[in-house]
């Protein structure tokens, strides 16, 4: 269980039980004691907010489920476009070991042709920050948070043992295209599937 990393996070949204108090809190409280002469004890107290502190482990979850739940969006708006061109669902996520509220969730994955030889892989994600395509140990690199999203694609390859890397081959990073605007990566995603230039036509109207 993470606890002692740099950042704490709490749950803002806990809700707070209510506790009894030893004096009246309204009017009607007030009209009780000048009728009756007693003091209710029973009337609800709500305390400010208590802090329940979360582990890295709990919003790393929740990151996660936001991150799919965007990714499953964005993969049905993407097929929805044109019957020509459907993506396979690909939808995983992985968050940022010591900051779990940062995350990146991988879409789709598929493979273009940008030249009669060059046929290239690829796998589109979206991550909750902004940041530069890193190097072979690191894949992020410069994040910054002041930005809630950006949209990104990356060639990769494969290694001998099936895991995929990227390749570095077509741009130092491997990079196709990366947005904060989610128009301008739906089109850079529908030109890479486009079969024809009838599509890619339509796809440079939007």
């Not at 070991?97 to 796998?123: D, I, M, N, R």
């Not at 301008?184 to 024809?196: S, T, Y």
């Amino acid at each position: 269980m993470q606890t002692t990393g740099k950042l704490r996070y709490y749950d803002a949204n806990r809700p707070i039980p209510p506790v009894p108090v030893s004096a009246p809190t309204s009017a009607i409280g007030h009209s009780e004691f000048l009728r009756t002469g007693r003091i209710s004890r029973t009337q609800p107290l709500w305390l400010p907010k208590e802090r329940r502190y979360l582990t890295y482990e709990e919003v790393a979850e929740r990151t996660g489920l936001k991150l799919e739940s965007a990714g499953e969006r964005t993969h049905q708006r993407i097929n929805g476009f044109h019957h020509s061109i459907q993506f396979p669902k690909m939808v995983f996520h992985r968050t940022l070991e010591q900051t779990p509220h940062l995350g990146y969730c991988h879409v789709t994955a598929a493979s273009t042709l940008f030249s009669p030889k060059a046929k290239v892989k690829w796998s589109f994600y979206i991550a909750n920050f902004l940041a530069e395509i890193g190097d072979e140990d690191e894949f992020f690199k410069r994040v910054n948070t002041q930005y809630s999203r950006m949209y990104f694609a990356v060639a990769t390859e494969s290694d001998p043992d099936q895991s995929m890397k990227i390749d570095r081959s077509i741009r130092k990073n491997g990079l196709l295209f990366r947005t904060t605007d989610p128009k301008e990566a739906l089109k850079n995603v529908l030109m890479l599937g486009a079969p024809d230039q009838a599509v890619r036509a339509i796809i440079k109207s939007l």
